[in-house]
């Protein structure tokens, strides 16, 4: 089974063994299809399954549980401060943030990505290509100290105990874990809130009602023209963009390969070659490969207008903003430590490679990037926290 692994513009230009990543991940990336499992996923029938590991099949009882743990602020070294705090089902679980702020009060380099149909990300975070599951992804906010997230490092016993003498979590552990000795651990806690996040899926924007169930109603003659603008080549946003999950890297279970992919936008280029911020370089922090200067995963579009502001780092404000960059072909920063042509990035994708718009166009496709707000994913109660509002101040 192979992966690939692109850092610019070429699908071809890594092909990753799985098992390479397995050595370096210390984890499997799985791409088979998981075992069968009784869980009912209720997606319509253009939006394929995700992949589940075979070592945690989806289950209601640990989707609740999940639930629970993922709104729970005693989930923090604070007892202030959860999951959802960075990740608010109002926002299209981001945060409205530039740059994340965590438990102690520590702004982080990086904006908070969307939890939209995280399950069929093959990698997650923005740039990190060895982190390919969710169960091991949440260790890194739990007790990763650079930077500070939730801030639990050292404190798993005492995480533990809080739980083990929770009534309710005395009921919803051994449901969610039956036949376990202790279901009370740290890999059933990832689990949980790794069965949760999966149910975080979007399909009912209007424009997927006009495109998957042929309502032409549901948009107007301008998110139709944008739509057309999109998936052109003279604009070639779909190249990156594209797909149900409008994204360039995904997996499920009718895909036999993981596409995996990053790209350099030319966001920055310091000193005319190709530099990127400190702490925000991309997948060149993990490979050391310049020519991965400032490469970053290829986020979903889906509830795009919800989730400003915009980029690796939130410097781009508005949806507006981000057009104008890609029709720039890049950042262009005439001053300050950050001073560069971003258009000029020797490692930008090919991708990005500039466009003229008129003003009638660039309304179109604001329209159409409007268009894939769901209204019924924001307002889903299955998404939004068990806890009532007089128990949220305890929690």
């Not at 209601?60 to 729970?72: P, S």
């Not at 990763?144 to 005492?158: D, F, K, Q, S, V």
């Not at 258009?343 to 990005?352: C, D, E, G, Q, T």
Request: one cysteine or more; hydrophobic letters at 40%.
């Amino acid at each position: 089974m192979v992966s690939t692994w692109s850092s610019r513009s070429s699908p071809s230009r890594w092909l990753v063994v799985a098992a390479l990543v397995v050595g370096l991940a210390g984890g499997a990336l799985r791409l088979a299809a998981a075992a069968p499992h009784s869980f009912a996923w209720r997606l319509p029938t253009w939006l394929p399954e995700p992949i589940v590991p075979p070592d945690n099949p989806m289950s209601e009882a640990k989707v609740d549980l999940g639930r629970h743990l993922f709104y729970d602020e005693r989930m923090s070294v604070t007892g202030t401060f959860s999951c959802a705090s960075c990740h608010q089902q109002a926002r299209a679980f981001t945060d409205g943030l530039p740059v994340a702020i965590g438990a102690t009060g520590e702004r982080h380099s990086r904006n908070t990505m969307t939890l939209t149909n995280v399950a069929y990300n093959p990698v997650l975070t923005w740039a990190n290509p060895l982190l390919t599951e969710l169960e091991q992804q949440a260790l890194v906010p739990m007790f990763g100290e650079h930077p500070i997230e939730m801030g639990l490092a050292r404190r798993e016993g005492t995480l533990l105990r809080t739980l083990r003498v929770d009534p309710a979590y005395q009921r919803l552990f051994p449901i969610a874990f039956p036949g376990t000795t202790d279901p009370f651990s740290l890999a059933n806690i990832t689990r949980a809130l790794a069965a949760f996040q999966r149910t975080l899926l979007s399909h009912d924007s209007p424009y997927d009602r006009y495109r998957y169930r042929g309502d032409r109603a549901a948009v107007s003659d301008a998110v139709r023209r944008g739509e057309r603008l999109f998936f052109g080549e003279r604009l070639g946003c779909f190249h990156c963009h594209g797909g149900f999950n409008f994204s360039d890297s995904v997996r499920h279970r009718r895909l036999a390969l993981a596409e995996i992919v990053f790209h350099n936008t030319g966001l920055y280029n310091i000193g005319g070659g190709g530099n990127y911020p400190p702490d925000n370089k991309g997948v060149y922090e993990i490979t050391g490969r310049p020519e991965d200067m400032g490469a970053f995963r290829t986020p979903t579009l889906r509830n795009i207008a919800l989730t400003a502001p915009y980029m690796h780092d939130g410097s781009l404000s508005t949806l507006p903003q981000v057009l104008d960059h890609y029709a720039a072909g890049g950042q262009t920063l005439h001053a300050g430590p950050h001073a560069g042509i971003g258009s000029a990035n020797p490692y930008k994708s090919s991708f990005v490679r500039g466009f003229q718009v008129t003003a009638a166009e660039r309304s179109d496709l604001v329209a159409f990037l409007e268009s894939l707000t769901d209204e019924t994913f924001v307002l889903d109660r299955r998404f939004a926290s068990p806890f009532p509002p007089a128990l949220r101040d305890q929690h």
